[in-house]
């Protein structure tokens, strides 16, 4: 029958669980000392961590982007076809920045370092002060002088060593300051977060950055319809002149001949002509206007929207480690850091006893 039995001998009973929990309760009771040590030094730890740690301040923009240009644009095909007028050569940038694009348009190395070459203040730039607080000339002490770097003049004049400075900058802001989100994906808003040690740059800087990628994905979306408008819109002019200087021109020969003899017909001849002009040219202006109007609806269409909701203000949120949490916090840490070496050399021990 014992050979039947359901349980080996390596299997444990619910009273050895038991009872194996009361010992190791009464051996971490007996080293209450050691934890309660360990607990009190992680406190002190916890509390100098919380004076020493800076606050972090966050800089927060959120707009709505909106972009009606592919069923705008259906619309109006409809409406010129019905009007004899062909929109092919005049469509906007549809697939361009569509979806999550722009969001990554804002991490891209142009728009930072741009951004990072707005002015701080009157004498400084943002990267200067960036720099000041970061306290980059000791850490990259090693590595390169920043002191005798300057970063006022237009990039274009930048050397190698100002180059590499503001893209490594560049990398740092957007790994470990720059958070663009959308906090809903079925919703067209975008929340652009900048996380700085410093208040004024955090706000400056995330200004400067929704400013500067939000005009230039204005201008870069509406470049094509906006051609096509200046040219239409050129086009128009130059007809126009064309028709009053042939309107001019009729008025003239008409003045010249009155009365011209309808036996003779020679003397009708040119201002048959210039009657010709007229009318060629009227067609003409007629069909660039249509084409003119139909762009700049077009044109209207393209142009997303981008209405802001929320922008930073000052005083801007700010997290950071208080007091009391640093110690509560450092206190847990070093008694569960405790109580797991005490485990371990139990166990070691007991391993030794074995052997």
Partial sequence: MSGNSHFSASQFTLKEVVQNLINWGKFFSSKWKIVLLSSGIGALMGAGYSQ???PVFHAETSFVLEEDGIGGMGQMSGIASLLGVNLGGLGGTNGLFQGDNIMALYRS????EETLLSPFDEE????????????????????????????????????????????????????????????????????VNVSSKDERFAKLFNEALVSKVNTFYLETKTKKTGENLRILQSQADSVRAILDASLGTLASEQDRVPN????????????????????????VFEEIVKN?????????????????????KLPLK??????????????????????????LKRIYQKHLQEV
């Fill in 52 to 54: 020493l740690k800076d």
């Fill in 109 to 112: 190395d142009r728009m930072l």
């Fill in 124 to 191: 400084h730039l943002l990267i200067d002060r960036f720099i000041e607080f970061e306290e980059l000339e000791n850490k990259w002490a090693s590595r390169i002088d920043l002191a005798e770097l300057s970063f006022s003049s237009s990039k274009e004049n930048h050397g190698v060593k100002q180059d590499s400075v503001i893209k490594e900058i560049a990398k740092l802001i957007r790994e470990k300051q720059l958070e663009v989100v959308k906090p809903d994906r079925k919703l067209s808003i975008i929340q």
């Fill in 260 to 283: 011209a003899n309808p036996l003779l017909s020679t003397a009708t001849v040119e201002g048959r002509r210039k009657q010709v002009d007229v009318q060629t040219s009227a067609a």
């Fill in 292 to 312: 003119l109007e139909m762009a700049k609806i077009n044109h209207r269409i393209n142009t997303p929207l981008i209405q802001l909701i929320d922008f930073p």
């Fill in 318 to 343: 700010r997290t950071e480690v208080r007091l009391l949490k640093g110690m509560v916090y450092g206190a847990i840490l070093f008694g569960v850091f405790a109580l797991s070496f005490l485990y």
